[in-house]
């Protein structure tokens, strides 16, 4: 248990529908952010929050949409995915540093079929 | 512009013996920090071990050490004796201060598999 839970563990999707992934941190971190994991690929960096101001956008297409109402929480509303979307998406949150760790949630298996 | 590489795709290493996992690195900033993870097939990233660049000594945590070597831009996790549940990926990280500490770029991974 490392204090940054997501939710859900798992999900399957149609690509015309409309989700969210949930994260939430308690450890009093002031940095969110959201990778994608894929298959044969290293962990790419989505978004970064920091005070919940978004401060890195790394060319994601538009069918991710990132929100942090508060230092705790972050989500990931996802709408008209495509099958190579599908891939582990892992929260994690940090104090803002290089000096410190990120801890990360359990991620969210995605699966667009 | 920051670049992490592991060249090992997978290791093997038989149980209670020590392996070496490689990761280099490149990065332009004087001041950075160096992080390796582990991620078990839970898919969940542990966090194992950090260096900083202006550190003297290589950290040490428990049977984890870190062969931190600047001039050649080298950090290589050592696992010492090692262990079943040591089977997993591991990812070597890094994260400048330039950037403000907040982008954390990692390696493609290598897959450790502990043999009994």
């Known amino acids: 248990e490392t204090g940054v839970t997501q939710t859900p563990r798992h999900l399957v999707m149609g690509m015309t529908n409309k989700k969210s992934l949930k994260c939430e941190q308690h450890?009093?971190?002031?940095?969110m952010y959201w990778y994608k994991q894929s298959a044969k690929k290293p962990l790419e960096l989505m978004f970064v929050?920091?005070?919940?101001?978004?401060?890195e956008n790394n060319s994601v297409p538009s069918r991710f949409s990132p929100e942090c109402p508060n230092s705790s929480h972050l989500f990931l509303h996802l709408h008209t995915l495509q099958p190579e979307d599908s891939a582990l998406y892992l929260c994690?949150?940090?104090?803002?540093?290089?000096?410190?760790?990120?801890?990360f949630g359990q991620g969210t298996r995605l699966t667009v079929v | 512009a920051q670049k992490i590489t592991q060249t090992q795709p997978g290791m093997f290493v038989q149980e209670k013996e020590a392996v070496t996992l490689d990761c280099t690195y490149d990065?332009?900033?004087?001041?950075?920090?160096l992080f390796w993870y582990k991620q078990p097939s839970s898919g969940e990233m542990i966090f194992l071990i950090y260096?900083?660049?202006?550190?003297?000594q290589n950290a040490t945590e428990g049977r984890y050490s870190l062969n931190f070597q600047k001039a050649r831009k080298s950090a290589n996790l050592v696992i010492s004796a090692s262990q079943l549940g040591d089977s997993a990926m591991y990812f070597c990280?890094?994260?400048?201060?330039?950037?403000?500490?907040?982008?954390?770029?990692f390696g493609a991974g290598t897959r450790l598999f502990v043999k009994a």
């Open positions: 929050y920091s005070l919940e101001e978004r401060v």
């Open positions: 994690a949150s940090s104090l803002q540093g290089a000096g410190t760790e990120a801890f």
């Open positions: 450890l009093g971190h002031n940095a």
């Open positions: 990065t332009s900033d004087p001041s950075y920090g």
């Open positions: 990280a890094m994260r400048e201060i330039n950037t403000g500490g907040f982008k954390t770029i």
């Open positions: 260096q900083g660049s202006y550190d003297q």
